[in-house]
Nanobody, 120 residues
C-alpha cells in the first residue's frame, strides 16, 4: 500500500521561510502528478503547487514567486520551499499524489497533513 510521508512545517514569523517534503513509500509504477494542497480554518482546500510527470509545475496565484516546488532525486519525492511567508499562508498543508500502482490502477493518495503557522 502506498503512503505519503510528510515532513517540515511548524511556526515561523512573517517573512520567514519553511520547507516541506513529501515522500511516497510503496510499490509504485509511476507518479502522474504530485504536490501540495492547503486548508485554512473556515476555508476550502486549495491547490498550492503541483508537478506533473513531464515536469510541468502549477502554482496558486497567491504563492507564485514566493514558493518553489521541486522534485527530489526520485519522482516519488517533492519539496516545497516556502519563502516570504505571510499570515494568510497559515493552514494545514497536505501532500497529494496521483500515481499508477502495480495493477495499473490510478490512485489518489493523501498525506496526513502538516501544520504551517505564520505568526509574529
Amino acid at each position: 500500500q502506498v503512503q505519503l510521508v510528510e515532513s517540515g512545517g511548524g511556526l515561523v514569523q512573517p517573512g520567514g521561510s519553511l520547507r516541506l517534503s513529501c515522500v511516497a513509500h510503496g510499490v509504485i509504477v509511476s507518479v502522474l502528478k504530485m504536490g501540495w494542497y492547503r486548508q485554512a480554518p473556515g476555508k476550502e482546500r486549495e491547490l498550492v503547487a503541483m508537478i506533473t510527470t513531464r515536469g510541468t509545475i502549477t502554482y496558486a496565484d497567491s504563492v507564485r514567486g514566493r514558493f518553489d516546488l521541486s522534485r527530489g532525486s526520485a519522482e516519488t519525492t517533492v519539496n516545497l520551499q516556502m519563502n516570504n511567508l505571510e499570515s494568510d499562508d497559515t493552514a494545514v498543508y497536505s501532500c497529494h499524489a496521483e500515481l499508477v500502482d502495480t495493477l495499473g490502477i490510478v490512485q489518489n493518495i493523501w498525506g496526513q497533513g502538516t501544520q504551517v503557522t505564520v505568526s509574529a
